[in-house]
């Protein structure tokens, strides 16, 4: 239901154990880990889902690590994308976290979302910053976060990613987590965010392209030693990682990439689904 196409060879609840065989990819079932109840029902719902809703490809899925803490960086297209980047990480070996908007975390969604491992994204008050340290201690707890820093889908009538908020920044600066720049191209096709329009089709191409690791070592190490998280240095480490999920984008699309990122709107639509937090 998947292909996954490469040049190269080919969090999780609780620590799995050690590879027997190092230099190998252990097997999916012993790097997903324990699958809390709130997993066990995402993917029995998301999996086919996303099965009868998008013909997925992969490019380079191996470059998600088998195991350790993994911030994976997305463009946003469409409110679709959870759906087929659940996917990509699943298929990969490991159980995806996202931030997500908190109004969806209400009644008996909201403790599956819990147990699943989401988190819960609080915008435009006091409690914003919350998701941030919720996410810090997945990281930290080995497992994976996607997360979307424009925060909600493209407003750029072409499709490319738009100037992101720096949460991700904030995240990459301040834990050990590989940082996975990873670009995604098809979803809009399905739901077309920017016309407003549902134009459900059977398997729908949705192609995925991830790249290789935001080197970072140095601006941690100076992070480690002192230095201030500044808006400055904030910016400059998002628009970095953006640029780099720019590249790939470009890349999956076979088309140039504008050298600026679209301009953020002034204020966000009450449908708007949050991937991340200020």
């Known amino acids: 239901m998947t292909e996954q196409t490469s040049s190269d060879s080919a969090g999780t609840e609780g620590r799995p154990p050690a590879d027997p065989t190092p230099g190998r990819r252990p097997p999916k079932w012993r790097t997903r880990g324990r699958l809390p109840y709130g997993m066990l029902v995402a993917i029995v719902v998301v999996y086919p889902v996303a099965s009868l809703m998008f013909r997925l490809r992969y490019r380079h899925g191996e470059r998600i690590p088998a195991r350790g803490p993994v911030l994976l960086v997305a463009n946003h297209v469409s409110i679709l994308d959870p759906l087929a980047c659940a996917r990509l990480v699943f298929d990969n070996g490991r159980l995806p976290h996202f931030l997500a908007k908190q109004s969806v975390f209400k009644g008996y969604a909201g403790t599956l979302l819990r147990s699943a491992g989401q988190i819960p994204v609080a915008r435009f008050s006091a409690d914003a910053h919350e998701a941030l340290d ?28 738009m100037q992101a908020r720096t949460g991700v920044a904030r ?108």
Not at 135 to 159: F, H
């Open 134 to 161: 919720a996410a810090k201690t997945d990281l930290d707890d080995g497992n994976v976060v996607v997360i979307y820093p424009e925060g909600s889908v493209t407003r750029d009538p072409d499709w490319w990613p």
């Open 171 to 278: 995240l990459a600066l301040t834990t050990d987590a590989v940082v996975l720049p990873v670009a995604q191209w098809g979803p809009q096709d399905v739901h077309d965010y920017h016309r407003k329009k549902l134009r459900l089709r059977f398997r729908a191409p949705a192609e995925y392209l991830v790249g290789e690791p935001v080197e970072l070592s140095a601006l941690r190490a100076e992070v480690h030693a002192g230095r201030p998280l500044s808006g400055e240095l904030l910016r400059e480490t998002t628009d970095l990682i953006m640029g780099r999920v720019r590249d790939l984008l470009a890349e999956l699309r076979g088309v140039p990439a504008p050298r600026e990122f679209h301009p953020r709107p002034r204020r966000e639509l009450p449908g708007d689904v949050s991937g991340s937090a200020a």
